[in-house]
């Protein structure tokens, strides 16, 4: 048993060093022939390759042995018992824990408020981007029980989004569709991916390979919808404030 996890251990190292390999050529090439200078620090940095190969391949082996099969063995369970509200309701808390602590996104949200004088809210910026991501996995989840082609979905969203674009304040449309790419972070993608093809094995008449996949796609296309419509309120609120300073 633990030799063959030593094994398997040492195939998926294999593969970190493999897919490190053109970030270390491209910086050599530069590094050499370009600047024609060797950092002095080199030790250091083939440390941190190193290091970081080894987390990528500990990385790796940790969604084969747990994520995985977390996302598919609950969306089997569901499937068997048989109830939409509690499926929904599982996906979308999936979504929405999965994102609400996400790194990435809280320090695009403390960057959001520090730069707009106050008229966006740190915190709430958070709850809209979570809350979003929770209610997409939860349609993308219905659409996989449904059946729903997900082109008419995506193509429908992302209409939307240019709508909503040509409304939104200015200050807010970067910041929107920065936050839909913020959302499929390191562990909501093979989380909910599990949870996708999951669910499309178990369900008579789903194809893992049409159905499973697309719910990613989801995470993030709403955030850029729920955020542009945030910041136009946030925006209008804060217009109809300075007025009423004026005014008095």
């Known amino acids: ?112 408020a520090a730069i707009s004088d106050g008229r966006i809210d740190a915190f709430f910026l958070r709850m809209t981007v979570a809350f979003s991501v929770g209610f997409a ?33 200015k200050e807010i449309i970067g910041l929107a569709y920065d936050s839909g790419g913020v959302t499929t972070s390191t562990l909501t993608v093979p989380l909910v991916a599990a949870l996708g093809l999951g669910l499309a094995e178990n369900i008579d008449g789903r194809n893992p390979l049409i159905d499973g996949f697309g719910l990613i796609a989801f995470a993030s296309l709403f955030p850029m919808i729920t955020v542009m419509g945030y910041g136009t309120y946030a925006h209008f609120i804060a217009g109809q404030t300075k007025q009423k300073e004026k005014a008095v």
Request: hydrophobic share 60%; net charge neutral.
């Open 1 to 112: 048993m633990v030799a063959a996890s030593v094994r398997v251990f040492l195939s998926d190292l294999k593969n970190s060093f493999r897919d490190l390999l053109p970030i270390v050529a491209v910086v050599l090439f530069f590094q050499a022939g370009v600047v024609r200078q060797m950092p002095e620090n080199l030790a250091s940095i083939a440390i941190g390759l190193l290091i970081v190969a080894v987390g990528l391949a500990l990385f790796i082996r940790g969604l084969e042995l747990g994520i995985f099969p977390i996302g598919e063995n609950l969306a089997i369970d569901f499937a068997k018992k048989g109830s939409l509200f509690w499926l929904l309701l599982f996906a979308f808390t999936i979504g929405f824990s999965t994102t609400v602590a996400e790194p990435a996104l809280i320090a695009i949200a403390d960057k959001a």
């Open 137 to 169: 996995i939860a349609l993308g989840v219905f659409r996989i029980l449904t059946g729903h082609p997900i082109h008419y979905y995506i193509i429908t969203g992302y209409i939307l989004v240019v709508a909503i674009t040509f409304f939104a304040p």
